[in-house]
T-cell receptor, first 113, second 117 residues
Framework: GNSVTQMEGPVTLSEEAFLTINCTYT??????LFWYVQYPGEGLQLLLK?????DKGSNKGFEATYRKETTSFHLEKGSVQVSDSAVYFC????????????FGGGTRLMVKP | GAVVSQHPSWVICKSGTSVKIECRSL??????MFWYRQFPKQSLMLMAT?????????EQGVEKDKFLINHASLTLSTLTVTSAHPEDSSFYIC?????????????FGPGTRLTVT
């Protein structure tokens, strides 16, 4: 079956530090990959996505590249801000599978001023 | 576009009562809606999937009679927690999808925090 594995948090960084949150996946077929962000007390917001191998998703300074050879979709940001403090979820959906999402466990990021 | 709302955003109820949570797609017709449950500091757990006009498909371990899902129209799905107990206290999140909008995305509501006393 499909599965997503994320690095466990919390990840604590100082403002302007470089961020990497690792995500690897197991899936049959050709999944689409997503990063969602959840701010305290809120639902999930799509941060970025990639639908095929070697695609790079990017948004708000965050980037992730779909690496089929390593089955990874690591999230990176060059300079984090306090406002980036949130929980980040890596997820996948198999194309043509009814949009069923498989989530990783989530990684809490705390950015200190 | 692709906005999903939930109502209420939070609710407190007494043990033994029932609570209904609404999920609406505001600017698109959702062919499929999903209900998730999230415990503190944990990931989302899919409870059920519903398609408009048909019965919901529940995930293993989710009680159908306790969590009633009605997907009455292409823009509205409801989750009713019947005879709620303190262990049902959780954050409930819905999402909606439409292949006309995107073939692989779900759009999430802001969540409903349920506290059962």
């Amino acid at each position: 079956g499909n599965s997503v594995t994320q690095m466990e948090g919390p990840v604590t960084l100082s403002e302007e530090a470089f961020l990497t949150i690792n995500c690897t996946y197991t899936a049959t077929g050709y999944p689409s990959l997503f990063w969602y962000v959840q701010y305290p007390g809120e639902g999930l917001q799509l941060l970025l996505k990639a639908t095929k191998a070697d695609d790079k998703g990017s948004n708000k300074g965050f980037e992730a590249t779909y690496r089929k050879e390593t089955t990874s979709f690591h999230l990176e940001k060059g300079s984090v801000q306090v406002s980036d403090s949130a929980v980040y979820f890596c997820a996948l959906t198999r194309n043509n599978a009814g949009n069923m999402l498989t989530f990783g466990g989530g990684t809490r990021l705390m950015v200190k001023p | 576009g692709a906005v999903v709302s939930q109502h209420p955003s939070w609710v407190i109820c007494k043990s033994g009562t029932s609570v209904k949570i609404e999920c609406r797609s505001l600017d698109f017709q959702a062919t499929t809606m999903f209900w998730y449950r999230q415990f503190p500091k944990q990931s989302l757990m899919l409870m059920a999937t519903s398609n408009e006009g048909s019965k919901a498909t529940y995930e293993q371990g989710v009680e159908k009679d306790k969590f009633l899902i009605n997907h009455a129209s292409l823009t509205l799905s409801t989750l009713t927690v019947t005879s709620a107990h303190p262990e049902d206290s959780s954050f409930y999140i819905c999402s909606a999808s439409s292949k006309r909008v995107s073939p692989y995305e779900q759009y999430f509501g802001p969540g409903t925090r349920l506290t059962v006393t």
